[in-house]
């Protein structure tokens, strides 16, 4: 059968079966040579597609499974204990190449381990990482590890590097993307030893190394890939995201002042509406497991139906472009020196 | 003579004494018992003084140099050939006595590298750090350190947050603050090596520590003071900074998209005006660095006349509630471990 296949983890996330099944079927709509196997609880799933029309139907199908990765689960448990978890059963399609990607909005952690433990990374990875695309002033970002390590080495931040920039190139068509190095500015103290030693792998990898981005420079669109410590890289997203929600607090306290404001909150209605449109997670929701053997999205848990879509595009775009073929060919030419 | 006395590097900044004296007039305006001293260039500062009142003329002096510290300018040098700089005097005058305070908006690693070399931290401390107040949605927090050091060791995070404790105590009258350790949330990975030794070590520190605050949660206000190796805290301020500045960007973008949102925007003036004001990071400017024998305060670099007062204003509370002796006297009863 030709066209593209993905495997849904129906039961990940806050919300489970009805923000994934109703997430799932728009794309289905709109991407008419895409298949999904949406994976968990036939009892919850089955309803939730109940009066498809029949084109709809024959792409979409389930592969029932009741037992569940919860949130509060620990990764051993979801690893050694749920075999027949929808989360295991998604990645175990993948690495049987029944399907080309699987998309979970599921614990992190968990998904980070059983991919790994199930699909393993290239031969010239040690590390998987986890990428996100995010907003920046003048386009986007891509921005890697976010949280998969921590305490990575200089020649994993290379690795990262490396994998950043193909990324970028393939799903942007940038020829040649900018890589920079996440550091903070200050002359003393330019940076740890872990930095410093990551600084000189890249100016001799090849890669079109730019030297160090600080906080800021990130949005400010200085660069096409940020690469960080998985570490650093979730402190600094997480405080993206509490200054956003923040920001966005303090514009809805500041329409609810009075009468006044409340009446000026209504007529700048057309101006909220934009920047909602700019700053909604969901256009930058599906952070990808890169460095593995296959194509890993992961959803944030909180996503909505329009968000969680926009995870299942990212699977796509990347089965379209062949992203760990691509990853595992060019690694493969690289010497990656042993830092 | 009673009261304060401050000195203020009035050449430090990316204005220099243009902003530095008249936001030095504008809090001897509003505090009669302080007094200071503007040190600097006095042709370039003396024409800023002329038509004061004799009541202001009679608290303000200058101590006339002409040596600079630029934002250039690495640290050896400002350390070990301009011993004349305006930054440096400023400092002599707090080891000396002289005053109480000082203030500077000049490059932040001369000025810790210098405030460490003459004033020295206390017995007790290992490293001085950066602390700032940011905003949150329910009030602030006050975060530490900020890029005085990287590679901490977890005796020094420890260090930080009892002198954050302290801060938080004195400025805020906490009885008990809430203390946190910057964190990141995963099950599998949560935290580096250095992040599980600082949480044994403030689990047995006797300070109201409340474990892990994520990114997002230090702006939902989580805890009073949140502590981080300076590398992470550098990077997290930054981002910060780059979100709020993207934000702000993207709504005068959405305001000037077409003539309907330019109405908008305008009706929409009273919203600005309170988010301005809550964002302003005037509001919240002046970096304590902490941990020394006196009080040195950190202006941002590209500070205006409104942010610079607010610098000055800090540092006369802290020689209001005494913060370095008290930090002295506490920390000297403590057993501090050597982890």
Not at 277 to 293: F, K
């Amino acid at each position: 059968m030709t066209g593209i296949a993905v495997a849904v983890d129906a039961m990940g996330g806050d919300f489970g079966p009805r923000v994934t099944v109703p997430a799932s079927l728009a794309v289905l709509r709109e991407n008419t040579s895409l298949r999904l196997t949406l994976v968990g609880d036939e009892s919850l799933i089955s309803p939730l597609l109940a009066g498809i029309s029949p084109g709809l139907s024959a792409r979409v199908q389930v592969l029932h499974t009741t037992e569940v990765v919860t949130m509060d689960d620990k990764v051993a448990v979801a690893l050694r204990q749920k075999k027949q978890s929808s989360m295991r059963l998604a990645i175990n399609l993948v690495h049987a190449k029944t399907v080309d990607a699987c998309v979970s909005a599921g614990n992190t952690g968990a998904l980070m381990a059983v991919s790994r433990f199930v699909l393993k990374t290239h031969a010239d990875i040690d590390r998987p990482a986890i990428l996100a695309t995010l907003p920046t002033m003048i386009g986007h970002v891509h921005m890697l590890d976010l949280g998969a390590n921590v305490d990575s080495e200089p020649r994993h931040l290379l690795q990262f590097a490396q994998m950043g920039s193909i990324i970028a190139e393939v799903l942007d068509g940038i020829e040649r993307p900018r890589v920079g190095l996440l550091n903070i500015g200050e002359e003393e103290i330019k940076g740890n030893e872990q930095i410093k030693q990551t600084d000189e792998l890249l100016r001799a990898s090849g890669l079109n190394y730019i030297g160090y981005v600080e906080g800021d420079g990130v949005f400010k669109g200085h660069a096409d890939v940020v690469v960080c410590d998985g570490f650093v890289g979730n402190i600094a997203l997480k405080t993206t995201e509490g200054v956003a929600k923040m920001m966005a607090g303090m514009i809805k306290a500041e329409v609810n002042r009075n009468w006044l404001t409340k009446v000026a909150g209504l007529l700048a209605f057309p101006i909220w509406k934009g920047l909602k449109h700019n700053m909604d997670p969901g256009r930058y929701n599906g952070a990808s497991l890169v460095g593995l053997t296959g194509i890993v999205v992961k959803s944030h848990g909180s996503a909505d139906i329009a968000s969680f879509a926009q995870a299942v595009r990212v699977a796509v775009k990347e089965v379209e472009k062949n992203v760990p073929a691509l990853i595992h060919a060019r690694l493969g030419q690289n010497e990656v020196p042993a830092a």
